[in-house]
C-alpha cells in the first residue's frame, strides 16, 4: 500500500529536499471513451483504480500514486538509480497491462522524470483534476528525462483528409506473444480514421500513395531512432506500394528516409511491395531493390500460393496473405480445401527459409485453423486492436486471445 497524498507531503516536507516525479500519460484515452460510450463514467473509474493498483504493487510502501485527468503521477520518497529508465520500463509494464484487455488494448503510454522543490510539492494537490503537465513545475535542468515516443494526434483533432500513422501488432503463434508491430497510415473520413489504401480503392479519400508511404515510413524511422536512444530495439513491418516505387522521384525519396537509418538498424525494418500480389516477377525486382539498401523483406502472395521461385533470389524472411473471406454468411473458421491450401503455402515458403503471416484476421476459428496449418504470424481486429503506439514485445497465449475476443 503506497503512500496517501497528505501523508507523502508531510514527509517531504519534514526532509526539505527535491522530489522526484515520475508521469504516465494514457494516449489514446479518446478512443476508449468513444468505444465505450454511455458506459464511459464506470470504464473510466475502472481504468483509472485498475493503473493505480498495478503501478502501487510496484512501488514502495513510502511512494505515492495520484491518478490524473489524462494518467497518473508517481512520487517518489526515494529515487531510483536511473529515473528515466525505470519509469520507461515502468510504463512499458503498463501498458503490457491495459493491452490484456479488449476494452484498453488500444491504449498507449507516454512516460517522463522530473523533479520538484518539497516546497512546491502541495501543487500536486490538484492532480486528481488537472493533467500531469499543467500540476508539475518545470522538470530540474540536471535532471534526466525521458524523451515521449512518437504517437499519432487523436483522430477529434484532425480534419478530413488527414493522414494518421498507427501500429497493427502482430502476434506470433509459436512463441505465443506478441513480436512485430506494422506501422500503417490511415485517413480521416467523416471523423474516423480508415485505412489508407482501402479509403483509396473505395473512392472514399483522394489521398496519394506516396502521402500513405511517406507517413507509414517517416513514423517507423521515428520510433526506431527514439528507442534506439533508450537503447532498445523493435521490429517494425512497413508496405510501399509499388506505384511509389516505380516513379524515380518518389524512390529517392523514399531511399533516402531509409538510409537516414543507421545500417545495424535497418534489419528490423520489414518492407512489403503493395500492388504487386499477382505479379510475383515484378515483385522480387522492386525487393531486390529494397534489399540493397539493407532492410528485412516481406512479400505479399496470394492465399494458398505455392509457386515462390520467383522470389529465389531476393532474401524473403516472410511470406504474408490475407485471411479468406467466408464461403458464406454461416460459415465459421476455414474450409478443409483452405485448410490444405494454407498448409502447402507454409510448406513452399520453408523451402526459402521464410516464415508465414496471415492478415485481416476476422475470426479466431480461422487463426486457429490457421495454426494448425503451419501459419506462425497474424493481425486483425479480431486478434489485437489497431493502436496509435505500438504494442510492447509480451507474452500473449491463444486462451488470452479468446478472453479478449469474447470481452470485446
Avoid at 528490423?268 to 515484378?282: C, E, M, W
Avoid at 498448409?343 to 475470426?363: F, I
Wanted: aromatic fraction near 6%; charge should be neutral; charged fraction near 20%.
Amino acid at each position: 500500500m503506497t503512500a496517501d497524498l497528505k501523508t507523502f507531503i508531510k514527509r517531504a516536507m519534514a526532509r526539505g529536499e527535491r522530489i522526484d516525479v515520475g508521469q504516465f500519460r494514457l494516449v489514446n484515452l479518446a478512443a476508449v471513451r468513444e468505444k465505450a460510450g454511455d458506459h464511459w463514467p464506470s470504464a473510466k473509474k475502472k481504468v483509472f483504480a485498475a493503473g493505480t493498483q498495478f503501478l502501487a504493487k510496484r512501488l514502495s510502501d513510502d511512494d505515492a500514486v495520484i491518478p490524473c485527468e489524462e494518467g497518473f503521477l508517481v512520487l517518489f520518497a526515494e529515487a531510483p538509480d536511473d529515473p528515466a529508465t525505470f519509469l520507461a520500463e515502468l510504463g512499458e509494464a503498463l501498458m503490457a497491462f491495459f493491452l490484456g484487455a479488449t476494452e484498453t488494448a488500444a491504449l498507449g503510454i507516454e512516460s517522463a522524470a522530473s523533479r520538484v522543490a518539497a516546497d512546491e510539492i502541495t501543487q500536486l494537490a490538484t492532480a486528481s483534476t488537472t493533467p500531469p503537465s499543467s500540476s508539475t513545475s518545470a522538470p530540474d535542468k540536471t535532471s534526466s528525462t525521458a524523451s515521449p515516443l512518437p504517437r499519432s494526434r487523436p483522430v477529434a483533432e484532425c480534419e478530413d483528409g488527414d493522414v494518421l500513422a498507427h501500429y497493427r501488432p502482430l502476434w506470433d503463434a509459436q512463441k505465443q506473444s506478441i513480436a512485430i508491430n506494422a506501422a500503417l497510415a490511415k485517413v480521416v473520413v467523416g471523423g474516423r480514421a480508415l485505412e489508407g489504401r482501402r479509403a483509396i480503392s473505395t473512392g472514399m479519400s483522394k489521398v496519394s500513395h506516396f502521402d500513405l508511404d511517406a507517413c507509414a515510413l517517416d513514423t517507423a524511422i521515428a520510433m526506431m531512432t527514439a528507442l534506439a536512444r533508450k537503447q532498445k530495439r523493435i521490429t517494425l513491418r512497413i508496405a510501399l506500394h509499388a506505384s511509389c516505387w516505380s516513379d524515380r522521384d518518389h524512390r529517392a525519396a523514399l531511399s533516402a528516409r531509409i538510409e537516414a537509418l543507421p545500417e545495424p538498424a535497418r534489419k528490423s525494418l520489414l518492407v512489403r511491395i503493395d500492388g504487386l500480389t499477382d505479379q510475383p516477377q515484378k515483385q522480387a525486382m522492386a525487393l531486390a531493390e529494397l534489399g540493397q539498401l539493407g532492410v528485412g523483406l516481406m512479400a505479399e502472395i496470394p492465399f494458398g500460393a505455392t509457386e515462390l521461385d520467383a522470389f529465389s533470389g531476393c532474401s524473403v524472411s516472410l511470406f504474408s496473405c490475407a485471411s479468406p473471406a467466408p464461403s458464406n454468411a454461416n460459415s465459421e473458421g476455414m474450409m478443409d480445401h483452405d485448410a490444405r491450401a494454407l498448409n502447402l503455402m507454409v510448406k513452399a515458403a520453408a523451402a526459402h527459409s521464410a516464415a508465414t503471416y496471415m492478415h485481416d484476421v476476422r475470426d479466431l476459428l480461422v487463426l486457429k485453423a490457421a495454426m494448425a496449418s503451419g501459419v506462425r504470424f497474424f493481425s486483425g481486429q479480431s486478434v489485437v486492436p489497431d493502436r496509435t503506439a505500438p504494442a510492447p514485445g509480451q507474452p500473449l497465449s491463444m486462451v488470452d486471445l479468446y478472453r479478449m475476443h469474447k470481452a470485446a
